[in-house]
Nanobody
Framework: QVQLVESGGGLVQTGGSLNLSCVAS????????MGWFRQAPGKGREFVAA????????YYADSVKGRFTISRDDNKNTVYLQMNSLKPEDAAIYFCSVRRWDSNGSFRWASDFRGQGTQVTVSS
């Protein structure tokens, strides 16, 4: 049974930092894109960042480029999201997501598996 468990969310002031973690279990994810999306109240799913296999294969939403860094440790089946210079508009529930790689880049809008989410609150 696949499980994704996120941690690291919380309350931070504008300009602060948080580091999210997601531990995946239940199968090998070496052929999967691992990443994050977020959802704010009243809004739809928003792609944040993803990584596939190597550091060179990382993808970011324009809104977080230069502020967020995604990384993964395949030995630990863990994906991380370092979030710096947080803004009030970054506040949302952040979900860990895994999606088998495909050439359409469907990881941006779909998940094969997802976690329960972790809340990120940014005070102004």
């Amino acid at each position: 049974q696949v499980q994704l468990v996120e941690s690291g969310g919380g309350l931070v002031q504008t300009g602060g930092s948080l580091n999210l973690s997601c531990v995946a279990s239940g199968r090998s994810f070496s052929n999967y894109v691992m990443g994050w999306f977020r959802q704010a109240p009243g809004k739809g799913r928003e792609f944040v960042a993803a990584t596939y296999r190597s550091v060179s294969s990382t993808y970011y939403a324009d809104s977080v480029k230069g502020r967020f860094t995604i990384s993964r440790d395949d030995n630990k089946n863990t994906v991380y999201l370092q979030m710096n210079s947080l803004k009030p508009e970054d506040a949302a529930i952040y979900f860990c997501s895994v999606r088998r790689w495909d050439s359409n880049g469907s990881f941006r809008w779909a998940s094969d598996f997802r976690g329960q989410g972790t809340q990120v609150t940014v005070s102004s």
